[in-house]
């Protein structure tokens, strides 16, 4: 249903009021003149017929009844007033307008009738002798007691009611005036009322639209100016609520979104309240599509939920681990705890998630790498003990046996020196890439790798193994050229190792838009896919016979990869069963 404007609700009452008001006084007014108008006639007519009453009765008591008719005429002439002579019986002796003889008997009009009693009468009502609406007044004439004549004057209403139609007619038209003017006064009252209202009402819709900034006009009446100051004051308020609640929540989501523990708040329905970008990552989902979902639905992992559930119902707060599957396993520690109120009802509860997948992997490699530091340490040195209580026990007396047991311990004590030097070096290098101490300066690449072969050069003679190198000689590349040569030279050696007698080690540079790629390629035998993500771990090796044999340390590799690292770049391995291995150096060129 439409609604009305408030102009219209407060203008037609107010216009139909005084319309009302104005046809009351119309009417009453009419009314009451027209009975004054007729009062007044009465009167006259009354007083007219008493004047001729002298005269009549003169000739009623002179008994010149005959000129009844002659005076009846001339007088009403003269008054302008129809008069009429009535006998007792009721008829007719004069007339000033008509035939006395033609007119019928009197004597039951209300007027004759209350003359004949001896006083004076009057009516109103319809002349059939003049067809128009008539005012009788009768006065009797009385003689030694007895009414004997009655004298009737009598005159037209026409003309009376003529003036109040005319009076009428200016009282309405008076009225329509007034009612014109007093709608034009109620619609600008109106629009004086409603102007306000509808600046208050701009207001409120902009401030539900959340245009906190917009201000109302202030209006000239106290009431209005006092609302319209109130819903700014209100409107003030609220921006600086809404601003402060708003610098809360983005300080919330900005402190959310850079936790790298996973984040996930639930009601007590187990809805999710909220939930942080690393929490969504790790469980693969929309963290704002993921708000207001049953937790079963926004995040499809058993674990996690008898998690929340714990949390939810467990007064201290609750501790637990999972592990979640997907390309790449990740292991979790959770800590849950309630929400509460400010009231201290319980509303829900929080689950922080840490990721403890590198802190584990972390410790897996610390364990091995002690466990392989032992083990390569505790060989030489027991190779060394048991050759030394050897010759203690009298092998030192025997020059053939001295001789071979000197140069065993010789060799193993040259072992255990290159896995001190490789832990030292390794460790140096470490420490000088996480503190930034490495110095780099832009030169050019070829002398490096040059270098880096003739070092290797004679190992690989040794084994019938040709080392080419395919660099262009104007390739300059940003780069500490002592680090680098170590872990090409480091990459060429595995190589050698690995190779066939009368094979080829290749020695290539490609460059790209903003990378270069040193690639080390041998023909050797390749290394199965199991061993390719840990290649590059301290102390790892595919054969460990072979490499004992070899004298590697197994430091090589991680060397070379911390080097790389060191520069800001990357280290990988292709590698095919039965056709070689391909060792990749990729490094920005700026």
Known sequence: MRKKRLIWRFALPFFTLTVAALFIFTWYSTSTMKERYFEHVRVDLLARAHLVQVEIAELL??????????ICNRL???????????????????????????????????????????????????SRTTGINTMYAAAPVAVDGTVRLVIRTALPL??????IADLRTRLIIG?????????????????????????????????????????????????????ADALTAMAQQLDERFRTIMQQRNEQDAVLSSMIEGVIAIDREERAL????????LFGVDADGAKGLHLQEAVRNTDIQRFATVALTSPEPAEGFMIVRGAEDRQLQLHGAQLRDGSGRGIGAVVVL??????????????????????????????????????????ADEPEHRDRFLAIIAKEAERLHHIIEDLLSLSRIEQEGERGDVAFESALLRPVLESAVESRDTMAKERGVTVTLECDPQIA???????????????????????????????????????????????????????????????????????RRSGSTGLGLAIAKHIVQAHGGTIAVESTLGEGSSFLITLPRK
């Open 477 to 547: 590349v940003r780069m500490n050229a002592h680090l680098l040569e170590e872990a090409v030279s480091n990459l060429i050696d595995n190589a050698v190792k690995y190779s066939a007698e009368n094979r080829t080690v290749d020695v290539a540079v490609t460059v790209a838009d903003a990378t270069l790629t040193i690639a080390v390629r041998d023909r050797g035998p390749g290394i199965p896919g199991e061993h390719l993500p840990r290649l590059f771990e301290r102390f790892y090796r595919v054969d460990r016979a072979r490499d």
């Open 175 to 227: 009225g329509l005036l007034i009612t014109l003017l007093v709608a034009a006064m109620i619609f600008v009252l109106a629009r004086r009322l409603t102007r306000p209202i509808d600046s208050i009402r701009t207001g409120a819709e902009q401030y539900a639209a959340g245009n906190l900034a917009f201000r109302i006009p202030k209006d000239e009446s106290a009431e209005f100016g006092a609302l």
């Open 274 to 281: 909220d939930m942080n970008t690393a929490a969504a990552t």
């Open 158 to 163: 026409s003309s009376v009611e003529e003036s």
């Open 354 to 395: 840490h990721d403890v997948t590198r802190l584990r992997r972390l410790e897996t490699l610390r364990r091995d790498f002690v466990a392989n530091v032992s083990h390569e340490l505790k060989t030489p040195v027991t190779s060394i003990k048991g050759f030394v209580e050897t010759l203690l026990d009298g092998a």
């Open 61 to 70: 008591v002179s008994g010149r009844l005959a000129e009844v008719p002659e």
């Open 76 to 126: 009403g002439r003269l008054a302008s007033t129809r008069i009429t002579i009535i006998a007792a019986d009721g008829t007719v002796l004069g007339d000033s307008m008509e035939d006395p003889k033609a007119m019928e008997n009197h004597r039951e009009r209300p007027e004759i009738a209350e003359a004949l009693e001896g006083r004076d009468g009057n009516s109103i009502r319809y």
